[in-house]
């Protein structure tokens, strides 16, 4: 079945550049994204990638997909405090089916 | 545009007690999904919707029952709630085939005492 593995804690200072990472097993998934919650609130969908795509930008996040190895990667460019949050990396097979989540990232930024 | 209410944002049930959970899009989505996040577990998949008229089963349907109403509304259903259902609940809707992108509401908090 599918699976999504995240480490569950990063730490950085202010102003640093924030890498977070996951895995996933199934190579057929056709979606990849990246959602952040911060507490006591929903999920806020962040970016996506599709599978034929190696890399997207947007603004400070840059989001880099290794097909081969089925790593994906979330970059945030000058992390500030607002970054905080918990990070959640999923993968979908379709349009259709439901998204398969990781246990979460919790980023801490430091002042 | 209000995207995914859920209603209600808080509920406190004693064991047995039965309650639904009500969660409705406004965004002509084709499919739905119920998940749940505990503590260090992530989100899991409760029952999703694909398309009006069907529901199937996700990674943990015990004690949970639901209905797809139409196009824009899909309610989970707690029988006879347990302690073990204390939780967060989310639902979420998306396009279908072709589109990508998956909206969240803002949760349900159930306690069960």
């Given at each position: 079945g599918e699976d999504v593995e995240q480490s569950l804690f990063l730490s950085v200072r202010e102003g640093d550049s924030s890498v977070i990472n996951c895995t996933y097993?199934?190579?057929?998934?056709?979606y990849l994204y990246w959602y952040k919650q911060e507490p006591g609130a929903g999920l806020q969908l962040l970016t996506y990638i599709f599978s034929n795509m190696d890399m997207k930008q947007d603004q400070r996040l840059t989001v880099l997909l290794n097909k081969k190895d089925k790593h994906l990667s979330l970059r945030i460019a000058d992390t500030q405090t607002g970054d905080s949050a918990i990070y959640f990396c999923a993968e979908s097979l379709t349009g259709n089916t439901p998204l398969v989540f990781g246990k979460g990232t919790r980023l801490s930024v430091i002042a | 545009n209000a995207g995914v209410t859920q209603t209600p944002k808080f509920q406190v049930l004693k064991t047995g007690q039965s309650m639904t959970l009500q969660c409705a899009q406004d965004m002509n989505h084709n499919s739905m999904y119920w998940y749940r996040q505990d503590p260090g577990m992530g989100l899991r998949l409760i029952y999703y919707s694909a398309s009006e008229g069907t529901t199937d089963k996700g990674e943990v349907p015990n004690g949970y029952n639901v209905s797809r109403l139409n196009k824009r509304e899909f309610s989970l259903r707690l029988e006879s709630a347990a302690p073990s259902q204390t939780s967060v609940y989310f639902c979420a809707s998306r396009g279908g085939q072709g589109e990508a992108k998956a909206f969240f509401g803002q949760g349900t908090r159930l306690t069960v005492v």
């Open positions: 097993t199934d190579s057929s998934s056709t | -």
